[in-house]
């Protein structure tokens, strides 16, 4: 199965970056991964409504562009649906048992996903109501896919 993390930005904090390459690591294993960044835009401190409209629909077409068509497509979204961590494994194992092998997780910049991108994703997914720094969603996220590996193949993982 191969997994992307299509996200909006570059990891800028060193310990962001090293916590990733760890989970990479440790994902390899399992699937194979692959992490895509999509520029971000800058967003002024008093933007309006529709200039940051504007921002998400520039930022979700650079993402859409590396989404490919028989992707399943999962968006992290504040209002998706917060499944645990082993029903977010058995979401992952469901997929590959009926011939899934591509997921791609998206993760919006600071104002979020547009309109287009979460049309586009096959769910939607929230890991709490509480807004998360995008960089640090990408680690949270990587550890939970890697929690989901140690759950489907039975494992065990540090609670």
């Given amino acids: 199965m191969k997994i992307t993390i299509l996200a909006v930005g570059k990891l800028k904090e060193a310990f962001y970056r090293d916590a990733v390459a760890e989970f990479q690591k440790r994902l390899g294993r399992y699937c194979k991964l692959e992490i ?3 520029a971000d835009e800058k967003t002024p401190d008093d933007a ?5 409209k504007r921002i998400r629909d520039t930022e979700g077409e650079r993402l859409l562009k590396h989404v490919r068509p028989e992707a399943y497509v999962i968006a992290l979204a504040i209002d998706g649906k917060m499944p ?4 977010l494994s058995e979401k992952i194992r469901l997929l590959g048992v009926r011939g ?3 997921i791609v997780f998206v993760i919006g910049g600071s104002l979020g996903l547009s309109d ?3 049309k586009r994703a096959d769910e939607q997914l929230s890991f709490s109501k509480m807004t998360f720094p995008h960089q640090l969603m990408r680690v949270i996220l990587l550890e939970q896919i890697y929690r989901s590996f140690r759950i489907i193949h039975h494992e065990p993982y540090h609670k």
């Avoid at 309006?48 to 940051?52: D, G, L, M, T």
């Avoid at 645990?84 to 029903?87: E, F, L, N, P, Q």
């Fill in 84 to 87: 645990d961590s082993v029903a």
């Fill in 36 to 38: 895509i960044e999509a």
């Fill in 116 to 118: 287009a991108v979460l």
């Fill in 100 to 102: 899934t092998s591509h």
């Fill in 48 to 52: 309006s409504w529709q200039e940051n």
